[in-house]
Structures are given as structure tokens and as C-alpha cells.
């Protein structure tokens, strides 16, 4: 029943989770980069990003300790880093970038959005863009391997 109740969460933290940055990838950056004026722009990401960014670690933070309860009470933490345990390995590793991320989002923007950033916004958001792009395909694969190794597939 645990088991049973702590997936689920698990699952539904995923969903919202890179739902969410599909969402920002796949509609939120075109909208931005198809505006004129830098201004903005920049206020309209920073609107966005403010209120996904709760719900990403509020849901990070979820699929981290749901996935963590996971590997303990299902004894899959011997297998991370082989063969065997490829789906919560990679689920781990995708997991931990984007704790890295958001520890250090504040002053990444901090960074992104000053001085020369001020002049260059296309090229920002276009640079922010691509980056998504990868966070989402990274994404994306690690739950593709993790359903496929769950049900027998690798």
C-alpha cells in the first residue's frame, strides 16, 4: 500500500513537474521571443518564472522524497549505478540537476539579467531557450528510461 501510495505521488510530482517545463519550453519561450520590446520580455519571463519556479521546487522536492522513500523500502538503492538500476540512475542524475538549478537559480538570473543582458534579450532568451530545450529532452528521457526499465523493456 505504501508502495503504492508513495509511486503515485512520485508520479504525479513528474507530471507536474516537466509538464511544467514543457510548458514553459513549447509555448512559454516562443511567446517571448516573438515579442518586440525587451522590457517586456523580460518582465513577462520573470512573471513566469516566478510562479513556476514554487510549483518546480515544491514538486522537485516531492519527487525527491518520494523517490527516495522508493528506493529504501523497495531495496533498488543497491542497484543505482549499474545496469540493473539504469531507470532510478538516471532518474537520480536528472533529478540532481535540477536541484543544482534551483539552488543557484537566483543568482544565475542575477547574472543572465544584468548589464550587457539588459541589451542583448533576444540572444538571452534565445540561449534560454535552447537550455530548456535540453533540460526538457533530458528530461523526458530520463522518464522514458525509467518506465521502460520498470516494466521489463531494458
Given at each position: 500500500m505504501a508502495i503504492g501510495i508513495l509511486?503515485?505521488?512520485?508520479?504525479?510530482?513528474?507530471?507536474?513537474?516537466?509538464?511544467?517545463v514543457a510548458f514553459v519550453t513549447m509555448i512559454?519561450?516562443?511567446?517571448?521571443?516573438?515579442?518586440?520590446?525587451?522590457?517586456?520580455?523580460?518582465?513577462?519571463?520573470?512573471?513566469?518564472?516566478h510562479r513556476f519556479a514554487k510549483i518546480a521546487k515544491a514538486m522537485v522536492a516531492l519527487v525527491g522524497i518520494t523517490g527516495i522513500a522508493l528506493l529504501a523500502l523497495t531495496g533498488?538503492?543497491?542497484?543505482?549505478?549499474?545496469m540493473a538500476?539504469?531507470?532510478p540512475t538516471v532518474m537520480l542524475i536528472v533529478w540532481t540537476f535540477y536541484v543544482l538549478?534551483?539552488?543557484?537559480e537566483a543568482?544565475?538570473?542575477?547574472?543572465?539579467?544584468?548589464?550587457?543582458?539588459?541589451?542583448a534579450t533576444n540572444r538571452?532568451?534565445?540561449?534560454?531557450?535552447?537550455?530548456?530545450?535540453?533540460?526538457?529532452?533530458i528530461s523526458l528521457l530520463a522518464v522514458f528510461i525509467?518506465?521502460?526499465a520498470a516494466h521489463g523493456g531494458l
Open positions: 509511486t503515485a505521488l512520485h508520479v504525479l510530482g513528474v507530471v507536474i513537474w516537466i509538464g511544467g512559454v519561450f516562443p511567446m517571448i521571443l516573438r515579442m518586440e520590446n525587451s522590457l517586456e520580455k523580460v518582465l513577462f519571463f520573470q512573471g513566469v518564472e533498488e538503492w543497491r542497484a543505482l549505478f549499474s538500476g539504469i531507470g538549478i534551483l539552488l543557484f543568482r544565475l538570473f542575477k547574472f543572465i539579467f544584468k548589464g550587457e543582458a539588459q541589451h538571452v532568451f534565445y540561449t534560454l531557450t535552447v537550455f530548456h530545450w535540453f533540460v526538457m529532452g525509467g518506465v521502460l
